[in-house]
């Protein structure tokens, strides 16, 4: 029995690969931004509990590194801490995030993170407060940090018909997992590894 997701993985690879036959296809841009340690940095933290007990946190950046590792490990995280901005500033391509809303418009900008859905509002506000306009339902929470759950995000967008990629992340295994997964379609792709 297949899972609900796995089908809706299918349906959404069926979907792109049925655009990519399509004749006479008009342009279709995105930008899609990592958030902590591309866009932003934070003070913000994952706070877990090992199998034995003991407490602890990781960065944001620890997280999308030791995440997935940890939760098959026993790990229990709590991403309270991680749904709000902490003692955010401008990361090291927030410049160019502004700079690409300017000449393109917010429309087909989004924010994809390893944080839980829930932080949409906080991501939101802070970034709107630091100049950058991106809509609320264009930013993405997965509460996974695994490489894979962001290919398999960028399918969807494939399978909504855009063509013409940007995606930026600080982690290298995001920005080879969505490489490849657009390698596979017939798109246009800039894929980023912010420093």
């Not at 620890?62 to 003692?87: C, W």
């Not at 967008?157 to 995606?167: C, E, L, P, S």
Request: proline share 2%; no cysteine.
């Amino acid at each position: 029995v297949k899972s609900i997701e796995e089908s809706r993985n299918n349906t959404e690879r069926a979907e792109a690969l049925e655009n990519q036959t399509s004749a006479n296809r008009e342009k279709k841009g995105i930008s899609v931004w990592d958030f902590d340690g591309t866009i932003a940095n934070t003070k913000s933290n994952v706070l877990y509990t090992d199998p034995k007990g003991r407490k602890g946190k990781l960065t944001a950046e620890e997280y999308a590194e030791q995440g997935s590792d940890l939760i098959k490990a026993g790990y229990k995280f709590d991403f309270t801490e991680f749904s709000k901005v902490v003692d955010g500033k401008k990361g090291p391509l927030f410049d160019k995030a502004v700079a690409r809303n300017e000449k393109f418009g917010n429309n087909d900008v989004f924010i994809l993170t390893a944080r839980p859905a829930n932080s949409n509002i906080a991501i939101r506000e802070f970034l709107k407060g630091v100049g950058l306009d991106v809509k609320l339902e264009n930013i993405t929470g997965l509460a996974n940090s695994t490489a894979k759950a962001k290919g398999e995000w960028m399918i969807g967008k494939v399978a909504k018909g855009y063509n013409d990629f940007y995606f930026a992340d600080d982690m290298m295994q995001n920005t080879k997992a969505v490489k490849d997964v657009l390698n596979k379609f017939d798109v246009k792709s800039d894929v980023q590894l912010a420093r």
